[in-house]
């Protein structure tokens, strides 16, 4: 089993920046990938970034450019680094640890996100 930790989500104003952080604890075997979704109200549950034990990143378009994804493979920890955030990035920001070899999907609470003027 494994459980995810955000933290990091807050009231910024737009153009800001915010840092996400994700803990995952348990059995997470490789290869694997960490990542990032969000949920704006009314709205479907959305992908943001991902980032596998290999390396290899993904971004959505709405974000390339402004959000960058980052792992701590010792600590099973990952970031998302939120620059020039607008209003459409108003949403909680749901971390996700997907065991490739298991096809097993988890996530955490979510955390959230407000964009100001």
């Known amino acids: 089993q494994v459980q995810l930790v955000e933290s990091g989500g807050g009231l910024v104003q737009a153009g800001g920046s915010l840092r996400l952080s994700c803990a995952a604890s348990?059995?997470?075997?490789?290869?694997?990938?960490m990542g990032w979704f969000r949920q704006a109200p009314g709205k479907q549950r959305e992908f943001v970034a991902s980032?596998?034990?290999?390396?290899?990143?993904d971004y959505a378009d709405a974000v390339k450019g402004r959000f960058t994804i980052s792992r701590d493979n010792d600590q099973n920890t990952v970031f998302l680094q939120m620059n020039s955030l607008k209003h459409d990035a108003n949403a909680i920001y749901y971390c996700?640890?997907?065991?490739?070899?298991?096809?097993?999907?988890?996530w955490g609470k979510g955390t959230l996100v407000a964009v100001s003027s």
């Open positions: 980032l596998t034990s290999g390396g290899y990143t």
């Open positions: 996700n640890v997907a065991i490739i070899s298991q096809g097993a999907h988890y």
């Open positions: 348990g059995s997470i075997f490789s290869p694997n990938a």
